[in-house]
Nanobody, 114 residues
Framework: VQLQASGGGLVQAGGSLRLSCAAS????????MGWYRQAPGKQRELVAT???????NYADPVKGRFTISRDNAKNAVYLQMNSLKPEDTAVYYC?????????WGQGTQVTVSS
C-alpha cells in the first residue's frame, strides 16, 4: 500500500496550495480518507476527512478555508487550502481508513510565511 502526498511548498500568508494524495494497493473507493498535520513540537492533528460517500468533516481551525475532495476514478484525495496562515505550517499527511485498518502516507511540508 502506498499513499503518495504531494503539492506542499512555501507560500505567503493569504495564499493557496492544493495537496494531492495518490493511493495504490488498496480498493480506494471503500476507504475513508483524511488529511492530518503535524507542526514542530506538536502532536499530529486532524485537518479534514471524507467518507466513502463523500461526506466531509473539518477541524475548526480550517473550516471555511480548506476543502477536502476525492476522485475515486483516480484513486486520489485532495486538500484545497485557501487563505493560508502561518499557523498552518506543518507536515501534512494523508491517510486511508477502513474499520480498524489505517494506512499513512509519507507527508508533504507546507510552510506559510508571514
Amino acid at each position: 500500500v502506498q499513499l503518495q502526498a504531494s503539492g506542499g511548498g512555501l507560500v505567503q500568508a493569504g495564499g493557496s496550495l492544493r495537496l494531492s494524495c495518490a493511493a495504490s494497493g488498496i480498493i480506494f473507493s471503500i476507504y475513508a480518507m483524511g488529511w492530518y498535520r503535524q507542526a514542530p513540537g506538536k502532536q499530529r492533528e486532524l485537518v479534514a476527512t471524507i467518507t466513502r460517500g463523500g461526506n466531509t468533516n473539518y477541524a475548526d481551525p480550517v473550516k471555511g478555508r480548506f476543502t477536502i475532495s476525492r476522485d475515486n476514478a483516480k484513486n486520489a484525495v485532495y486538500l484545497q487550502m485557501n487563505s493560508l496562515k502561518p499557523e498552518d505550517t506543518a507536515v501534512y499527511y494523508c491517510n486511508a481508513l477502513r474499520s480498524n485498518i489505517v494506512y499513512w502516507g509519507q507527508g508533504t511540508q507546507v510552510t506559510v510565511s508571514s
